[in-house]
């Protein structure tokens, strides 16, 4: 399978995951080592496929579920450079009272075989900005 294959069966089970909360689906999708860098987050580098699972749940939970709404697009088709893969993405948060908070990002994938041995996260330094003021200002209404 090509690594843009791979990908999008990867980005399918993640939505499918956001949706059903069954987060082991992930596993065939990582290596046991893998690394997960969330470039400018509070949890810089995990380390293994099972604390990367746990940290997207919990990601999930604690953020994109206390929306009413959340919607992941593409901004640019993948690319690959032989077993890496990266593209741009926007993820639009909606909730009653409150602007969109609207966060956009670069995901860039390395793959071992089928495997993703690593897959780092960066937000741009706007939408980081953007996150914090929408947090200061409407984190009050967001379910606890």
Request: glycine letters at 4%.
């Amino acid at each position: 399978m090509s690594p843009i294959d791979r990908f999008n069966s990867f980005a399918a089970d993640f939505e499918a995951c956001v949706a059903d909360n069954h987060w082991d689906r992930l596993e065939a999708y990582f290596d046991k080592n893998a690394r997960y860098w969330n470039l400018g987050g509070p949890d810089p580098s995990i380390e293994g496929r099972e604390a990367i699972l746990n940290f997207l749940k919990n990601d999930v939970s604690n953020n994109d579920r206390k929306f009413d709404s959340r919607t992941l697009e593409a901004l640019t088709e993948p690319i690959v450079v032989g077993n890496k893969l990266s593209r741009n993405w926007r993820c639009t948060y909606k909730l009653a009272g409150a602007p969109d908070l609207v966060v956009e990002g670069e995901a860039r994938y390395e793959f071992e075989g089928e495997l993703i041995s690593s897959l780092e996260e960066e937000i741009t330094p706007d939408s980081l900005q953007r996150y914090v003021e929408w947090m200061e200002k409407y984190s009050s209404r967001l379910p606890a």
